[in-house]
């Protein structure tokens, strides 16, 4: 692209962020009888009526929330619904008795599923430190850091590494199989690092900065193909790959067929995960700031596999998976996918200046543009078919699909854009 390109891909991304997106939520998930974030809406927009209030929909919802206020958005109605949100959060969701986040609790704010599961505490740590260093209210750093501390007490595993994820109530580990005591996966560790970078930028303590180092490392050597640097899904302990099976009460269900088992479980790798990695591992890099030059094989690897196998020059837009070392084979277009490859391809192009990322993001932003977003209210689809002419799924909002890709990925691409233009000046 040249700068009237790069200047045009800024001027969607802003008008859709600042004129579709934010109002959509803005307009409707604001609970002001119970609290908290609504988050569930139909394909118009509609609130659906689900009588849940999920740990992920709700801290997600704050982040973005936070984020935009902190870049400049919403003349304040931003921060003060960040605010509402983390209100609900330490009056309703925050278990007094043993510490933690509840899984979900409903409208009103009564628990429904009082498990603690690392991959929402993840998300109440990246969400609630982002509202501290966006508003300045130091309660978000409070809780984030109890929190924490509550998962290097009981969930770390001191013989293989890592974290274990899935536990009851009073923290005991949850069993095996679709129970997910006995697994380890991508999803939250990958995750966990963003979380303990704006954890770490928030607090500059030296522990929240050692634990990232060491969950970076863990990324690096356990959870990406030794050849290929593609990350696997599930492990079990002790680091040998897993099937990638459906868990009882967490994320990927809907994406599971009958039997909720994965095929290809030794040779299954997401697009969207791979570049997600590379652009989080590299903004921690930063704010560590370190040097990338150490992990650029490894960076250039995440992101040449998604264009070459990942992208689809016919139709536009990325798949959602494949094989480490092959083609695609679900070739279905998920929101969320789109939204983090425009991130990673941006920051690929501010990298290594390599044209062939600035195309694959322009091949994506438009996919994204022109099929992606139901412009008629304002969010994205959550899947489309291949061709991007069919919603396969039509929901605006549930507790896993609201606003934290959507919003994230246009405040990050337009931050990355004006970086590009510069350059060009």
């Given at each position: 692209?040249?700068?009237?390109?790069?200047?045009?891909?800024?001027?969607?991304?802003?008008?859709?962020?600042?004129?579709?997106?934010?109002?959509?939520?803005?307009?409707?998930?604001?609970?002001?009888?119970?609290?908290?974030?609504?988050?569930?809406?139909?394909?118009?927009?509609?609130?659906?009526?689900?009588?849940?209030?999920?740990?992920?929909?709700?801290?997600?919802?704050?982040?973005?929330?936070?984020?935009?206020?902190?870049?400049?958005?919403?003349?304040?109605?931003?921060?003060?619904?960040?605010?509402?949100?983390?209100?609900?959060?330490?009056?309703?969701?925050?278990?007094?008795?043993?510490?933690?986040?509840?899984?979900?609790?409903?409208?009103?704010?009564?628990?429904?599923?009082?498990?603690?599961?690392?991959?929402?505490?993840?998300f109440a740590i990246y969400s609630l430190s982002e509202?501290?260093?966006?508003?300045?209210?130091?309660?978000?750093?409070?809780?984030?850091?109890?929190?924490?501390?509550?998962?290097?007490?009981?969930?770390?595993?001191?013989?293989?590494?890592?974290?274990?994820?899935?536990?009851?109530?009073?923290?005991?580990?949850?069993?095996?199989?679709?129970?997910?005591?006995?697994?380890?996966?991508?999803?939250?560790?990958?995750?966990?690092?963003?979380?303990?970078?704006?954890?770490?930028?928030?607090?500059?303590?030296?522990?929240?900065?050692?634990?990232?180092?060491?969950?970076?490392?863990?990324?690096?050597?356990?959870?990406?193909?030794?050849?290929?640097?593609?990350?696997?899904?599930?492990?079990?302990?002790?680091?040998?790959?897993?099937?990638?099976?459906?868990?009882?009460?967490?994320?990927?269900?809907?994406?599971?067929?009958?039997?909720?088992?994965?095929?290809?479980?030794g040779n299954n790798t997401s697009y969207g995960h791979?570049?997600?990695?590379?652009?989080?591992?590299?903004?921690?890099?930063?704010?560590?700031?370190?040097?990338?030059?150490?992990?650029?094989?490894?960076?250039?690897?995440?992101?040449?596999?998604?264009?070459?196998?990942?992208?689809?020059?016919?139709?536009?837009?990325?798949?959602?998976?494949?094989?480490?070392?092959?083609?695609?084979?679900?070739?279905?277009?998920?929101?969320?996918?789109?939204?983090?490859?425009?991130?990673?391809?941006?920051?690929?192009?501010?990298?290594?200046?390599?044209?062939?990322?600035?195309?694959?993001?322009?091949?994506?932003?438009?996919?994204?543009?022109?099929?992606?977003?139901?412009?008629?209210?304002?969010?994205?689809?959550?899947?489309?078919?291949?061709?991007?002419?069919?919603?396969?799924?039509?929901?605006?909002?549930?507790?896993?699909?609201?606003?934290?890709h959507t919003i994230r990925c246009m405040i990050q691409?337009?931050?990355?854009?004006?970086?590009?233009?510069?350059?060009?000046?």
């Amino acid at each position: 692209m040249d700068k009237q390109g790069l200047i045009a891909c800024r001027d969607e991304a802003q008008d859709h962020l600042e004129n579709e997106l934010l109002p959509f939520w803005l307009d409707r998930c604001k609970d002001d009888e119970h609290g908290g974030f609504i988050t569930h809406f139909d394909s118009e927009g509609n609130d659906s009526g689900e009588n849940e209030k999920s740990l992920i929909s709700q801290a997600r919802t704050v982040y973005s929330m936070a984020s935009a206020h902190r870049a400049g958005y919403g003349h304040g109605r931003c921060a003060e619904y960040a605010q509402h949100g983390v209100d609900f959060l330490i009056s309703r969701m925050w278990d007094d008795k043993y510490g933690g986040f509840f899984w979900t609790v409903d409208r009103k704010g009564d628990v429904q599923i009082d498990k603690k599961i690392l991959y929402g505490l993840s998300f109440a740590i990246y969400s609630l430190s982002e509202y501290t260093l966006a508003t300045g209210d130091k309660r978000g750093l409070e809780y984030a850091e109890s929190t924490f501390d509550l998962m290097q007490k009981y969930a770390v595993d001191t013989r293989y590494g890592g974290y274990f994820e899935m536990f009851e109530r009073d923290w005991r580990l949850c069993g095996s199989g679709s129970a997910g005591g006995d697994r380890k996966t991508l999803d939250f560790h990958m995750h966990l690092m963003e979380a303990l970078t704006t954890l770490y930028e928030c607090s500059g303590r030296e522990v929240h900065k050692r634990k990232l180092k060491e969950d970076m490392k863990l990324l690096t050597e356990k959870f990406l193909h030794p050849e290929f640097a593609t990350g696997t899904p599930q492990f079990w302990a002790d680091w040998e790959i897993a099937p990638q099976i459906k868990f009882d009460i967490i994320w990927g269900w809907d994406r599971f067929a009958e039997g909720g088992q994965k095929a290809n479980a030794g040779n299954n790798t997401s697009y969207g995960h791979n570049v997600e990695f590379f652009w989080l591992f590299q903004h921690a890099l930063e704010i560590l700031g370190e040097d990338y030059k150490p992990y650029e094989v490894i960076f250039r690897k995440n992101l040449d596999s998604a264009v070459k196998y990942g992208i689809d020059r016919e139709f536009g837009g990325v798949y959602v998976e494949g094989a480490h070392d092959g083609p695609a084979y679900d070739l279905e277009k998920e929101f969320w996918q789109q939204a983090e490859v425009m991130i990673g391809m941006l920051e690929g192009c501010l990298l290594f200046g390599e044209d062939r990322y600035e195309q694959a993001y322009e091949n994506v932003h438009r996919f994204v543009i022109d099929k992606m977003i139901n412009h008629k209210v304002g969010e994205w689809w959550p899947l489309l078919n291949r061709e991007g002419d069919k919603p396969i799924w039509t929901h605006m909002s549930h507790s896993w699909k609201v606003n934290y890709h959507t919003i994230r990925c246009m405040i990050q691409c337009i931050i990355r854009l004006d970086k590009l233009l510069k350059q060009t000046n």
